[in-house]
């Protein structure tokens, strides 16, 4: 199912924060999840190969956090077939985030690069730079936040990320031939980072976005919440179980706090009361909860995406965001399709995702 307002247009840690939706993770209650499968599109006859080049990127927004993550990121830059080839050319890129308990590395497994970005092009999509950072943490994800506690990761990709790949690669480095793309955490940090940031990105398309809508103080669990409080330790902390780490790394990018050792962060709950200050943190980066302060930033992007499988436990979300969207009349694809949270999404980033943004984005630079 497709819907719009305009007519125009690692697999185990993704799915189950996914399954679980947002609403549990905040509760640290974990349903049974059923491990699912990412489906491998047919190699594409006569794909000619892109090379994947695995860089460091030096990031200034991360220097000095609290947390100890390294200021040194992994970044996977992939360049296409003609590169090598066409010295002169110059080429849009496409930032694509991963999602939650994975990092880079394991992220192009789930999404089966290079394949499918050879396998994009060789059906029609136009060449471009794909760059995947890894923004994996102490907690297992950033969410793309800026927080003093796990470093300034929003600027790490709006800023330090680009100005990178525009100094080493041959870029077209305009706003209008960038693109930010991202799976569940990575759709939330697309969503995010795309609101505030339409100077540096002229296209986003959001696959299966986690924790888009505000929770309130009734959705936290007090006694699960004391069983948190009780963790000192990063061994500790590494050992818990998914939700409950996701939970902390939750707190760690929203709910900072520098006086508050060894984690520097607030949880939702202090001595097993539930802490409104901290919920309402949380609430403030929901990014349903602020959409409406950036509407005249998202007026400027040139196409906007959203797609969700039908037994995703995130279709809900996704649906109230394009619905918001639809409300200000900002154009934007909206893309319901049979699918779980992770089952597609490899052929969702080989047969829509790139040529998506083979449409949006300006493939020629300009003078």
Same mark, same amino acid.
């Given at each position: 199912?497709?819907?719009?307002?305009?007519?125009?247009?690692?697999?185990?840690?993704?799915?189950?924060?996914?399954?679980?939706?947002?609403?549990?993770?905040?509760?640290?209650?974990?349903?049974?999840?059923?491990?699912?499968?990412?489906?491998?599109?047919?190699?594409?006859?006569?794909?000619?190969?892109?090379?994947?080049?695995?860089?460091?990127?030096?990031?200034?927004?991360?220097?000095?956090?609290?947390?100890?993550?390294?200021?040194?990121?992994?970044?996977?830059?992939?360049?296409?077939?003609?590169?090598?080839?066409?010295?002169?050319?110059?080429?849009?890129?496409?930032?694509?985030?991963?999602?939650?308990?994975?990092?880079?590395?394991?992220?192009?497994?789930?999404?089966?690069?290079?394949?499918?970005?050879?396998?994009?092009?060789?059906?029609?999509?136009?060449?471009?730079?794909?760059?995947?950072?890894?923004?994996?943490?102490?907690?297992?994800?950033?969410?793309?936040?800026?927080?003093?506690?796990?470093?300034?990761?929003?600027?790490?990709?709006?800023?330090?990320?680009?100005?990178?790949?525009?100094?080493? &690669?041959?870029?077209?480095?305009?706003?209008?031939?960038?693109?930010?793309?991202?799976?569940?955490?990575?759709? &939330?940090?697309?969503?995010?980072?795309?609101?505030?940031?339409?100077?540096?990105?002229?296209?986003?398309?959001?696959?299966?976005?986690?924790?888009?809508?505000?929770?309130?103080?009734?959705?936290?669990?007090?006694?699960?919440?004391?069983?948190?409080?009780?963790?000192?330790?990063?061994?500790?902390?590494?050992?818990?179980?998914?939700?409950?780490?996701?939970?902390?790394?939750?707190?760690?990018?929203?709910?900072?706090?520098?006086?508050?050792?060894?984690?520097?962060?607030?949880?939702?709950?202090?001595?097993?009361?539930?802490?409104?200050?901290?919920?309402?943190?949380?609430?403030?980066?929901?990014?349903?909860?602020?959409?409406?302060?950036?509407?005249?930033?998202?007026?400027?992007?040139?196409?906007?995406?959203?797609?969700?499988?039908?037994?995703?436990?995130?279709?809900?979300?996704?649906?109230?965001?394009?619905?918001?969207?639809?409300?200000?009349?900002?154009?934007?694809?909206?893309?319901?399709?049979?699918?779980?949270?992770?089952?597609?999404?490899?052929?969702?980033?080989?047969?829509?995702?790139?040529?998506?943004?083979?449409?949006?984005?300006?493939?020629?630079?300009?003078?």
């Amino acid at each position: 199912m497709r819907i719009g307002n305009s007519g125009r247009a690692s697999v185990r840690g993704c799915a189950m924060l996914a399954l679980a939706s947002a609403a549990a993770l905040l509760l640290g209650a974990a349903p049974g999840i059923a491990q699912v499968a990412t489906h491998v599109p047919p190699p594409v006859a006569g794909a000619a190969a892109v090379t994947v080049a695995r860089i460091k990127v030096h990031a200034p927004s991360i220097v000095g956090n609290l947390e100890g993550e390294s200021a040194e990121r992994d970044v996977l830059v992939v360049l296409p077939p003609s590169y090598a080839a066409d010295s002169h050319r110059r080429y849009p890129v496409l930032y694509a985030l991963h999602g939650y308990s994975i990092g880079a590395e394991q992220w192009i497994g789930e999404i089966h690069v290079p394949q499918t970005i050879e396998g994009a092009f060789a059906k029609g999509a136009p060449e471009m730079i794909v760059v995947l950072p890894d923004s994996k943490t102490l907690h297992n994800g950033s969410m793309y936040s800026s927080s003093v506690t796990t470093g300034d990761f929003e600027t790490f990709i709006a800023r330090d990320l680009v100005a990178y790949v525009d100094a080493h &690669y041959r870029t077209i480095p305009d706003r209008r031939s960038r693109g930010l793309a991202g799976h569940s955490m990575g759709g &939330y940090g697309t969503a995010r980072i795309g609101m505030r940031h339409p100077e540096v990105f002229g296209a986003i398309y959001m696959m299966s976005p986690c924790c888009l809508s505000a929770r309130d103080a009734t959705q936290f669990d007090p006694k699960a919440g004391a069983t948190l409080e009780a963790v000192r330790t990063r061994e500790a902390a590494a050992a818990l179980p998914f939700l409950a780490r996701a939970q902390f790394a939750s707190a760690a990018a929203w709910s900072p706090d520098p006086q508050n050792p060894p984690f520097y962060l607030d949880l939702p709950t202090r001595n097993g009361v539930v802490q409104p200050d901290v919920v309402a943190k949380w609430a403030a980066n929901a990014p349903l909860a602020f959409l409406d302060q950036y509407v005249g930033n998202l007026r400027q992007y040139r196409a906007i995406a959203i797609d969700v499988g039908d037994q995703d436990g995130l279709k809900g979300d996704a649906t109230k965001l394009h619905e918001a969207l639809d409300r200000y009349g900002i154009a934007n694809s909206f893309t319901v399709y049979p699918g779980t949270h992770t089952s597609d999404v490899a052929v969702r980033f080989q047969d829509f995702v790139l040529p998506f943004f083979g449409k949006a984005l300006m493939t020629k630079a300009t003078r």
